[in-house]
């Protein structure tokens, strides 16, 4: 690695240091859980922007991988009884075997038609858990915990911080690599990204994986920490729009864009929950059509946006 | 044989309820290529309407349902005025989070209002049947049925036979040209939307006698619509009409043969197949 290149990746990893530090000054069980919750949906929003944001194709199906992550975990433990953290990667590898099925059948369409096919393969899996024998349908199932003993909120948290910067070093490395050019080479325009030699239908499908993998993991570490996996808790649409909100909200193809959006929407639905209990889809509906409406590139392009309204300021004086 | 015949026939009277949801979504898809996520929603307001003009007016959703078009109609206006129009040019996947930001915040509004009980009318009508050869006839659902059937034939004519009517069409087949031709393409698209949006509200009211209401009541119908806008070809309102009715008689023959909550997986797998065979949809065209 280049010198200019360990330079740039200093303050994220000072960052990510940091927030694992966190439990060692701060051991209340609430705020922990939301530090948590925070930095797992970070990287399902990161995991959606491979797809959504630097490929442009607007997956709303990704809680298919979140959900099946936390059952694949939860039912391999119940019945191969090994150790949990190879169930945690099972329920990765069973996501990603799904992505592969359900990525080679919606890449083939575009636009509105892609959509729509992500909803409708997420509503499959989702009716299926909802009525199969052995997920217990609507009842669910209880899933096994990660930790025992003492501190298990930090641990959850700790384990939670180490997959985001394992997502963040990915999205990192996609940012500026050749991959990550035709994945942007594609969202532009893709019979062009065909025209100069890119198989837009085998690279979407590469960027799926590991944003199946990652979501996944995301979904089996959620389950546990939560300790039930149920169709309506890890498998509703709301959980797929939730992903692509939290990357578009903090900017869409950017590296730490869906870590703000994540703690900025999770922290702030928290709140919303709390203070105004029912109207919380009410606030969050307008955040996102404010979002669409005035901030299109995110909370991260606010700092560039608001520079270039003072140096705008600054010429006319 | 009786059985089944009673399940197609069930299908058919809610299809047609479907029929006129759909059509409201392929207008919308056709004339202004934005795939509303805010249908559903737009279909739970309706009901709500209906739902007080029934008990505050005291008029019966079958009369009410032409207050809940023109307030639906009104609310779709302002939507179009205040939100849609200003992404007309951004891209499908920014149309698709607006949209869904409007249908939160319906949701919420909804929820915030009425809370999160169920309502319904006890219509009388509801629980009167009758038999012509071996068959049930629910009478609030031919009530429903053929109030929708009316509709959706009044809408085709609009769309078919009028001047607003051929604006649309002119529209839907090139925005830009439509435009060289002296056709003021916002307000059409704004006609087109309102109306899109009226017909959303006008199924609700005609499903109100027959079913419940809650602030998400929508979200099945808003699938469903999807369902039927692509088995009818993007855009194509006479699709969308055909598209609704089969679905309808779909869902009640899994019903019937296999289980209710399998009807749901068979939807999806035939919009799944049918975006991949022929993403054109069954009839093959996508003229408005």
Known sequence: ????????????????????TVPLWQSDVFVLGLLFRVAIFAVVGIAWNLIGGYAGQLSLGHVTYFGLGGYGFTLCHRVLGIDMWLCLLLGGLIACLAALAIGSITFRLRGPYFVLSTIAAAEIVRIIALNAGFTRGAIGLLSPSLFANSAVDAKFYTSAVVLLALSVGFARWTHGSRFGYYLRAIRENEDTAMAVGIDPGRYKLLALLPSALLTAVAGGIYASFSQFVGPESILAIDLS?????????????????????????????????AYFKEAHLLIYGSLLIMVVLFLPGGLVSLPARIGALVARGRHRA | MGAILQAILTGLLTGGLYALIGMGLAL???????????????????????????TGLHVSPYAGFLLVMLVLFVLGLMTYALLIKH??????????????GVSYVLIGLAQLVFGADYRQLNLPIASQNDSIAGLTFNRAYVVSFLIAAGVSTTLYLVVARTEIGRAMRAVAQNRAVAGLMGIRVERVSAIAFAIGIACAGIGGALLLPVFYTYPTVGE?????????????????????????????VAEGLTAYLWSDSYSQ??????FLLVLLVRPSGLFGRSAA
């Open chain 2, 87 to 100: 992404v007309m040019s951004a891209s499908h996947s920014m149309q698709i989070l607006l949209t869904a």
């Open chain 2, 265 to 270: 997986v068979v939807n999806f797998a035939l």
């Open chain 1, 241 to 273: 729009v939730q992903a692509a909100v939290i990357a578009m909200l903090g900017g869409a193809a950017t590296v730490w864009g869906p870590v703000v959006g994540s703690i900025v929407l999770t922290v702030s639905s928290e709140v919303f929950k």
């Open chain 1, 1 to 20: 690695m280049s010198p200019a290149r360990v330079r740039g990746a200093a303050p994220s990893v000072a960052l990510l240091a940091f927030a694992l």
């Open chain 2, 28 to 54: 919308v898809f056709g004339v202004m290529r934005v795939v509303n996520f805010a249908h559903g929603a737009f279909l739970m307001a309706g009901m709500y309407v209906a739902y007080f003009v029934a």
């Open chain 2, 220 to 248: 099945p119908f808003q699938i469903r619509s999807f369902v039927i806008v692509v088995l009818g070809g993007m855009g194509s309102i006479e699709g969308a009409a055909v598209g609704g009715v089969l679905l309808g």
